[in-house]
Protein backbone atom coordinates (compact mmCIF):
# COMPACT_ATOMS: atom_id res chain seq x y z
CA UNK A 1 0.00 0.00 0.00
CA UNK A 2 1.73 2.91 -1.04
CA UNK A 3 0.53 6.16 0.78
CA UNK A 4 2.38 9.52 1.51
CA UNK A 5 2.04 12.88 1.75
CA UNK A 6 1.73 16.21 -0.92
CA UNK A 7 4.27 19.03 -0.44
CA UNK A 8 4.47 19.86 3.03
CA UNK A 9 2.49 22.71 5.11
CA UNK A 10 3.19 24.53 8.20
CA UNK A 11 1.10 22.67 11.08
CA UNK A 12 1.27 22.10 14.42
CA UNK A 13 3.79 21.28 17.23
CA UNK A 14 7.33 22.87 16.40
CA UNK A 15 8.85 20.11 14.36
CA UNK A 16 5.75 19.77 11.97
CA UNK A 17 6.30 23.72 10.50
CA UNK A 18 9.84 22.40 9.56
CA UNK A 19 10.16 20.42 6.22
CA UNK A 20 9.62 16.72 6.70
CA UNK A 21 12.83 15.99 5.85
CA UNK A 22 14.27 17.73 8.63
CA UNK A 23 11.82 15.60 11.40
CA UNK A 24 13.90 13.12 13.43
CA UNK A 25 13.69 9.94 14.30
CA UNK A 26 12.20 10.52 17.40
CA UNK A 27 9.56 12.88 16.00
CA UNK A 28 8.36 10.40 13.48
CA UNK A 29 7.58 8.20 15.89
CA UNK A 30 5.75 10.69 17.86
CA UNK A 31 4.05 11.58 15.51
CA UNK A 32 3.18 7.94 13.96
CA UNK A 33 2.31 6.65 17.44
CA UNK A 34 0.46 9.19 19.57
CA UNK A 35 -0.36 12.31 17.82
CA UNK A 36 -3.49 14.54 16.60
CA UNK A 37 -3.71 11.31 13.99
CA UNK A 38 -2.68 8.38 15.89
CA UNK A 39 -3.46 7.11 18.92
CA UNK A 40 -2.67 3.53 20.51
CA UNK A 41 -4.76 2.10 22.98
CA UNK A 42 -3.93 -0.64 25.37
CA UNK A 43 -5.47 -3.70 27.56
CA UNK A 44 -4.55 -6.00 30.04
CA UNK A 45 -5.66 -9.38 28.87
CA UNK A 46 -5.66 -13.14 30.85
CA UNK A 47 -4.86 -15.60 28.43
CA UNK A 48 -7.57 -18.58 27.24
CA UNK A 49 -10.18 -15.69 28.96
CA UNK A 50 -10.46 -12.78 26.34
CA UNK A 51 -13.33 -11.49 25.07
CA UNK A 52 -13.52 -9.71 21.51
CA UNK A 53 -16.44 -8.68 19.10
CA UNK A 54 -15.05 -7.50 16.71
CA UNK A 55 -17.03 -7.42 12.65
CA UNK A 56 -20.25 -8.73 15.20
CA UNK A 57 -18.25 -12.07 16.17
CA UNK A 58 -17.84 -12.79 19.78
CA UNK A 59 -15.29 -15.26 21.52
CA UNK A 60 -16.22 -16.35 24.78
CA UNK A 61 -17.42 -19.64 26.00
CA UNK A 62 -19.58 -18.47 29.20
CA UNK A 63 -21.06 -15.51 31.13
CA UNK A 64 -18.07 -15.50 33.33
CA UNK A 65 -16.05 -14.98 30.84
CA UNK A 66 -17.68 -11.97 29.27
CA UNK A 67 -17.80 -10.89 32.83
CA UNK A 68 -13.78 -11.07 33.14
CA UNK A 69 -12.22 -7.98 34.11
CA UNK A 70 -9.31 -7.85 32.23
CA UNK A 71 -6.26 -7.43 33.47
CA UNK A 72 -5.11 -7.68 37.25
CA UNK A 73 -4.05 -11.28 36.56
CA UNK A 74 -0.14 -11.69 37.32
CA UNK A 75 0.00 -13.57 33.74
CA UNK A 76 -1.81 -10.69 31.89
CA UNK A 77 -0.80 -9.90 28.48
CA UNK A 78 -0.44 -6.43 26.97
CA UNK A 79 -2.09 -5.97 23.62
CA UNK A 80 -1.61 -2.94 22.10
CA UNK A 81 -3.56 -1.20 19.30
CA UNK A 82 -2.63 1.43 16.77
CA UNK A 83 -4.69 3.82 14.70
CA UNK A 84 -3.27 5.79 12.07
CA UNK A 85 -5.37 8.13 9.94
CA UNK A 86 -3.36 7.41 6.83
CA UNK A 87 -4.99 10.15 4.58
CA UNK A 88 -3.45 12.57 6.80
CA UNK A 89 -0.46 14.70 5.53
CA UNK A 90 1.66 14.67 8.98
CA UNK A 91 1.09 10.65 8.60
CA UNK A 92 2.27 10.75 4.84
CA UNK A 93 5.12 13.04 5.82
CA UNK A 94 6.03 10.67 8.65
CA UNK A 95 5.90 7.96 6.76
CA UNK A 96 8.38 9.33 4.17
CA UNK A 97 10.64 10.75 6.56
CA UNK A 98 10.62 7.06 7.85
CA UNK A 99 11.63 5.83 4.49
CA UNK A 100 14.79 8.84 4.10
CA UNK A 101 16.09 7.56 7.59
CA UNK A 102 16.12 4.10 6.85
CA UNK A 103 17.98 4.67 3.49
CA UNK A 104 20.22 7.08 4.99
CA UNK A 105 18.70 9.82 3.13
CA UNK A 106 20.35 12.58 5.05
CA UNK A 107 24.03 11.14 4.49
CA UNK A 108 23.08 11.01 0.41
CA UNK A 109 24.75 12.24 -2.63
CA UNK A 110 21.97 14.83 -4.33
CA UNK A 111 21.55 12.38 -7.23
CA UNK A 112 21.12 9.76 -4.41
CA UNK A 113 18.52 12.08 -2.66
CA UNK A 114 16.60 12.84 -5.78
CA UNK A 115 16.32 8.88 -6.84
CA UNK A 116 14.61 7.68 -3.64
CA UNK A 117 12.29 11.50 -4.08
CA UNK A 118 11.40 9.70 -7.50
CA UNK A 119 10.22 6.15 -5.49
CA UNK A 120 8.22 8.16 -2.87
CA UNK A 121 6.52 10.54 -5.18
CA UNK A 122 3.24 8.34 -5.61
CA UNK A 123 3.25 7.42 -1.66
CA UNK A 124 3.48 11.23 -0.89
CA UNK A 125 0.81 12.30 -3.72
CA UNK A 126 -1.76 9.46 -2.33
CA UNK A 127 -4.26 10.12 -5.12
CA UNK A 128 -6.28 7.66 -3.53
CA UNK A 129 -7.06 10.66 -0.53
CA UNK A 130 -8.26 12.77 -2.95
CA UNK A 131 -11.20 10.99 -2.18
CA UNK A 132 -11.93 8.96 0.71
CA UNK A 133 -10.13 9.01 4.24
CA UNK A 134 -7.96 5.78 4.90
CA UNK A 135 -7.48 4.84 8.46
CA UNK A 136 -4.95 1.73 9.12
CA UNK A 137 -5.09 -0.33 12.75
CA UNK A 138 -2.32 -2.27 13.78
CA UNK A 139 -1.33 -4.43 16.65
CA UNK A 140 1.56 -5.14 18.95
CA UNK A 141 2.55 -6.47 22.17
CA UNK A 142 5.45 -6.22 24.86
CA UNK A 143 5.26 -9.45 26.27
CA UNK A 144 2.92 -11.93 23.92
CA UNK A 145 5.54 -12.52 20.71
CA UNK A 146 3.80 -14.35 17.99
CA UNK A 147 -0.25 -12.64 18.51
CA UNK A 148 -1.19 -10.52 16.25
CA UNK A 149 -5.18 -9.93 16.90
CA UNK A 150 -5.47 -7.71 14.09
CA UNK A 151 -4.23 -10.31 11.59
CA UNK A 152 -6.57 -13.04 13.15
CA UNK A 153 -9.48 -10.94 13.04
CA UNK A 154 -8.89 -9.45 9.74
CA UNK A 155 -7.24 -11.64 7.42
CA UNK A 156 -10.46 -13.79 6.15
CA UNK A 157 -12.99 -10.82 6.39
CA UNK A 158 -13.98 -9.04 3.32
CA UNK A 159 -16.04 -5.78 2.68
CA UNK A 160 -19.33 -7.59 3.19
CA UNK A 161 -18.57 -8.98 6.84
CA UNK A 162 -17.49 -6.21 7.57
CA UNK A 163 -20.08 -3.47 6.78
CA UNK A 164 -21.87 -1.97 9.62
CA UNK A 165 -19.35 -2.67 12.09
CA UNK A 166 -16.53 -0.60 10.73
CA UNK A 167 -17.42 3.29 10.83
CA UNK A 168 -16.15 6.62 10.93
CA UNK A 169 -18.82 9.13 12.92
CA UNK A 170 -18.66 13.19 14.37
CA UNK A 171 -20.15 14.18 17.00
CA UNK A 172 -23.42 15.53 15.01
CA UNK A 173 -24.20 12.13 14.20
CA UNK A 174 -23.14 11.86 10.76
CA UNK A 175 -20.88 9.42 9.72
CA UNK A 176 -19.37 7.22 7.09
CA UNK A 177 -19.23 3.65 6.47
CA UNK A 178 -16.68 1.43 4.83
CA UNK A 179 -16.60 1.78 1.05
CA UNK A 180 -13.30 -0.14 1.22
CA UNK A 181 -11.20 -3.07 2.68
CA UNK A 182 -7.27 -4.25 2.71
CA UNK A 183 -6.87 -7.50 4.78
CA UNK A 184 -3.19 -7.90 6.57
CA UNK A 185 -1.65 -10.58 4.49
CA UNK A 186 1.16 -11.45 7.22
CA UNK A 187 1.34 -11.23 11.01
CA UNK A 188 2.56 -7.35 11.63
CA UNK A 189 0.93 -6.27 9.04
CA UNK A 190 -1.99 -3.45 9.20
CA UNK A 191 -5.25 -4.05 8.03
CA UNK A 192 -6.53 -0.43 5.77
CA UNK A 193 -9.98 0.98 5.65
CA UNK A 194 -11.53 3.33 3.05
CA UNK A 195 -14.43 5.86 3.59
CA UNK A 196 -15.86 7.94 1.08
CA UNK A 197 -14.99 11.94 2.26
CA UNK A 198 -18.14 13.53 1.04
CA UNK A 199 -21.60 12.26 1.50
CA UNK A 200 -24.27 12.59 -1.53
CA UNK A 201 -24.80 16.28 -1.09
CA UNK A 202 -20.82 16.57 -1.36
CA UNK A 203 -20.28 17.61 2.35
CA UNK A 204 -17.26 16.64 4.17
CA UNK A 205 -17.24 14.06 7.37
CA UNK A 206 -15.16 16.36 9.55
CA UNK A 207 -15.36 20.18 9.85
CA UNK A 208 -13.23 22.73 11.59
CA UNK A 209 -16.41 23.27 14.08
CA UNK A 210 -16.32 19.26 15.09
CA UNK A 211 -14.92 17.87 18.20
CA UNK A 212 -14.23 14.79 18.12
CA UNK A 213 -14.02 11.69 15.60
CA UNK A 214 -15.24 8.23 16.56
CA UNK A 215 -13.65 5.16 14.81
CA UNK A 216 -15.52 1.91 15.73
CA UNK A 217 -14.61 -1.46 14.44
CA UNK A 218 -16.42 -3.44 16.10
CA UNK A 219 -20.02 -3.81 17.45
CA UNK A 220 -21.86 -1.90 19.92
CA UNK A 221 -21.21 -4.34 22.55
CA UNK A 222 -17.59 -3.77 22.32
CA UNK A 223 -16.44 -0.15 23.24
CA UNK A 224 -13.26 -0.90 24.37
CA UNK A 225 -10.01 -1.15 22.80
CA UNK A 226 -11.28 -1.38 19.72
CA UNK A 227 -13.37 2.30 19.82
CA UNK A 228 -10.83 5.23 19.19
CA UNK A 229 -12.02 8.82 19.70
CA UNK A 230 -9.88 11.31 18.65
CA UNK A 231 -9.77 15.43 18.75
CA UNK A 232 -10.71 16.94 15.95
CA UNK A 233 -9.48 20.55 16.60
CA UNK A 234 -6.08 19.59 17.26
CA UNK A 235 -6.19 18.26 13.57
CA UNK A 236 -6.71 21.86 12.49
CA UNK A 237 -4.40 23.22 10.36
CA UNK A 238 -4.74 27.04 9.24
CA UNK A 239 -8.48 26.47 9.64
CA UNK A 240 -8.57 23.07 7.71
CA UNK A 241 -9.27 19.91 9.59
CA UNK A 242 -6.28 17.40 8.01
CA UNK A 243 -7.61 13.94 7.58
Known sequence: MT???????????????EPFSAWTKAEVTRLLNDSPWAKTQEVKVRPRRQVRSVAGQVESTSTADRQAAL?????ARDYRF???????????QAIARLVQLDAKYDQMSAAEKKALDVQTRALL?????RDDYIVSVGFGSTNSQGTD?????????TIQSLTGYIYL??????????????????????????FHRRDQQGRLL???ADKRLLCRMSDINWNAVTK????????????????
Open 228 to 243: FTLDVKRMNVHGTIEF
Open 3 to 17: LLACPPQAAQGDFLS
Open 125 to 129: ECPEC
Open 71 to 75: GGAED
Open 206 to 208: LLP
Open 149 to 157: LIYEWFRGQ
Open 82 to 92: TIRLRSALPIR
Open 169 to 194: ANDRGSRRDLNGFISPKVPGDEAFFF
